[in-house]
């Protein structure tokens, strides 16, 4: 008889490795391990402590979440319907120059604590006091690439500042917390960090062995303000002075040319689509369809509940997808199952993770979802994959594994007090509206 730690039975399984599924299916967890996928005929006779009578649920990867700034969950519904411009230079900057530790880790605490709701297991991050989201994500019990950001505008001495605090996080969270903690650089942008202090970043992460997550092409006016500048655009520049030679991160890509996505898809550049944000900022559609025929890996992002509302993947993935239904004026772009893999595999891949999460297969880490398909939205049940992105929401969610533990079972938490948790983002979030700079 073979021993485990957690068994999962009676669900069906959408192991994202192939588009098939399992019916009647079992995972057995032994560590932090996937230690069996499969029928529950050909399970054998596996014996757990903790058993979970998963019947009538689907069972998939934990959701990944590859763009955020998690600690910004506290500026939710803060600036709405405003240019982006407007919205980080009147509302945005000016709250977070007031911004203390304790209110990041107020609102990356509320942030954590949503996504574990919502089924997204995995997310990526970049925001100042990131040791602040590190000590949330500590907590809460989710696996993340952090990264201190880097915003130089124009003040030298204040970008060299924040380069090398952003390496000291870096080399003090590496594989921190079990190994749920990864890190990254992260430049804000092109147009906020000068060529110099780019490339420096860039060194800085190879020598580390590190990715760099930054947001790129995000919105036309600074587009245009940049092509002033050097001539030519965001992606042709990063690619002169060699800042995609590594593994990279780039949210957003919606101004792109037909040779930026060349150079994107020739450099290998991971491109993160977050069709939320982009249209409540009226920003554009970033063409995902002529992305992935040119080879790109394009996984997807929230952006941070300032500019989003929530942090739901579900939500997310629905209105990618629908979203490039409606640019290319094709219901064929972008099935379910891809949609999917978007959120999954590829978004494995574009953290550098993909041995280790995004499908559900013997050997990789146990981060595993449980959706109840029970509930009246996904009831019939004629297709598994289209129920998952056009009729499910975050509250779906029943149970949600990582690393081997059970986070949340049957909805009630075992890492983190909820009602704690919103207690003090109520606080912390009433408090900074009035304070002074
Ligand atoms: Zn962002």
């Known amino acids: 008889m073979e021993e485990a730690d957690i068994l999962i039975t009676g ?32 399970a054998g006779n ?8 998963a019947r009538g649920k689907v069972a998939l990867p934990g959701l990944v979440n590859c763009h955020t700034h998690v600690a910004m969950t506290l500026f939710r519904g803060i600036a709405e319907d405003k240019p982006l411009n407007v919205w980080l230079r009147r509302h ?57 950001g880097i915003i130089e505008a124009g003040n030298k001495t204040k970008g ?27 430049p804000h942008a092109a147009y906020s960090c000068s060529p110099e202090l780019l490339q420096k970043i860039r060194e800085n992460a190879s020598k580390l062995e590190i990715g760099v997550h930054i947001h790129l092409a995000e919105s036309a006016e600074m587009f245009k303000e940049l092509e002033a500048n050097y001539g030519c655009s965001e992606v042709e520049f ?6 995609f030679e590594g593994h990279t991160l780039a949210a957003h890509c919606i101004n792109l040319s037909d040779m930026d996505r ?49 942090l739901d993947m579900f939500e997310t993935m629905k209105f990618g997808t629908l979203l490039q239904k409606l640019a290319y004026m094709n219901p064929e772009v972008l099935p379910a199952y891809e949609t999917l893999k978007m959120a999954t595999v590829n978004g494995a891949k574009a953290l550098g993770l993909e041995r280790s999460i995004g499908t559900l297969e013997t050997g990789k880490k146990a981060d595993v979802i449980l959706v109840d398909f029970s509930k009246p939205n996904l009831k019939p049940l ?40 919103i207690e003090k983002a109520e606080r912390h979030a009433a408090n900074l509206l009035p304070r002074k700079p």
């Not at 014996?47 to 009578?53: L, P, R, T, Y």
């Open 382 to 421: 004629h297709d598994v994959y289209a129920n998952i992105i056009y009729a499910c929401h975050g509250g779906d969610v029943d149970t949600v594994v990582v690393d081997g533990k059970i986070l949340m079972e049957q909805r009630q938490l075992n890492t983190l007090n909820e009602r704690a948790v």
């Open 160 to 186: 060299e500042q924040m380069l090398s605090k952003s390496i000291e996080f870096a080399k003090k969270f590496y594989g921190n917390t079990n190994g749920r903690i990864y890190v990254m650089l992260a």
């Open 262 to 310: 060349r150079i994107l898809a020739g450099r290998g550049v991971n491109v993160v689509y977050v069709p939320v944000s982009n249209m409540k900022l009226g920003l554009g559609i970033a063409r995902i369809k002529e992305l992935i025929e040119l080879g790109v890996n394009v996984a997807m992002g929230t952006d941070s509940p300032a500019s989003n509302n929530v």
């Open 238 to 243: 990063l690619d002169k002075i060699g800042f």
């Open 11 to 42: 669900c069906t399984i959408l192991p994202m490795s192939s588009k098939m599924t399992i019916q009647d299916g079992v995972i057995a967890v032994k560590d932090n391990k996937i230690v069996f996928v499969g029928k529950r005929s050909s």
């Open 92 to 148: 945005i900057w000016p709250l977070e120059a007031k911004l203390k530790k304790e209110d990041a880790y107020a609102g990356a605490l509320l942030g954590c604590l949503e996504m574990l709701k919502n089924g997204i297991t995995c997310f990526a991050d970049m925001y100042f006091c990131e040791d602040m989201v590190a000590k949330a994500v500590s907590e809460s019990g989710l696996r993340a690439v952090l990264a201190e």
């Open 46 to 53: 596996i014996h757990a402590e903790k058993k979970i009578d």
